[in-house]
């Protein structure tokens, strides 16, 4: 019902403002307005979305939780869909979601709405909530499997542990 709703307003409410500020400023400068917040949007999405890329590559790399950096980017890439999508309204939202402080409002808000209680990635493997007791035990569990190179020229990666010659 909600996608519904928004489907319906959206243009509703951006044919309105169209007429509005055509009606004030004229139609030329009504699209160029509108040409110019989609070429700044998109720059501002770039930057924004590198420094979001590079955020995640360091949860990664530090095995630090990569939801939040997750989050931005997706709320990164919606709004430069937004801004590219004319009209004015999209283009606040889309601005909006721009600021960092209110991407960190929605993320906190958004979490305290969802639970996760099971996670999965690859073939396989699974995070399940543990009870109580254990929520703080130093546990791992996974699965693995080995995988050969097809040729015999290709060098492991900086993975592979390698054993030490003397």
């Given at each position: 019902?909600?996608?519904?709703l928004?489907?319906?307003?959206?243009?509703?409410?951006?044919?309105t403002l169209f007429?509005?500020?055509?009606?004030?400023?004229?139609?030329?400068p009504?699209?160029?307005?509108?040409?110019l917040?989609?070429?700044l949007?998109a720059v501002l999405?770039?930057?924004?979305?590198?420094?979001?890329?590079?955020e995640l590559?360091?949860?990664?790399?530090q095995m630090?939780?990569?939801?939040e950096?997750?989050?931005?980017?997706?709320?990164i890439?919606?709004?430069?869909?937004?801004?590219?999508?004319?009209?004015?309204?999209t283009?606040?939202?889309?601005?909006?979601?721009?600021?960092p402080?209110?991407?960190l409002?929605?993320?906190h808000?958004?979490?305290s709405k969802?639970?996760?209680?099971q996670?999965?990635?690859?073939?396989?493997?699974?995070?399940?909530?543990?009870?109580?007791?254990?929520?703080?035990a130093?546990?791992?569990?996974g699965?693995?499997?080995?995988?050969?190179?097809?040729?015999?020229?290709?060098?492991?990666?900086?993975?592979v542990?390698?054993p030490?010659q003397h």
């Amino acid at each position: 019902m909600y996608l519904f709703l928004a489907f319906l307003l959206v243009p509703i409410i951006e044919i309105t403002l169209f007429i509005q500020v055509g009606g004030l400023i004229g139609l030329w400068p009504t699209l160029a307005i509108v040409v110019l917040t989609a070429v700044l949007g998109a720059v501002l999405v770039r930057t924004q979305g590198r420094m979001a890329l590079g955020e995640l590559q360091r949860s990664f790399s530090q095995m630090d939780d990569p939801t939040e950096p997750l989050a931005h980017g997706a709320m990164i890439l919606l709004s430069g869909a937004l801004l590219v999508t004319p009209g004015f309204f999209t283009d606040i939202i889309g601005f909006a979601l721009l600021i960092p402080a209110i991407r960190l409002a929605l993320f906190h808000y958004l979490k305290s709405k969802i639970s996760v209680t099971q996670f999965q990635m690859g073939a396989g493997a699974q995070f399940h909530s543990r009870p109580e007791p254990f929520e703080n035990a130093d546990v791992i569990d996974g699965e693995y499997s080995e995988v050969r190179p097809r040729n015999g020229s290709a060098k492991p990666s900086k993975w592979v542990e390698r054993p030490h010659q003397h």
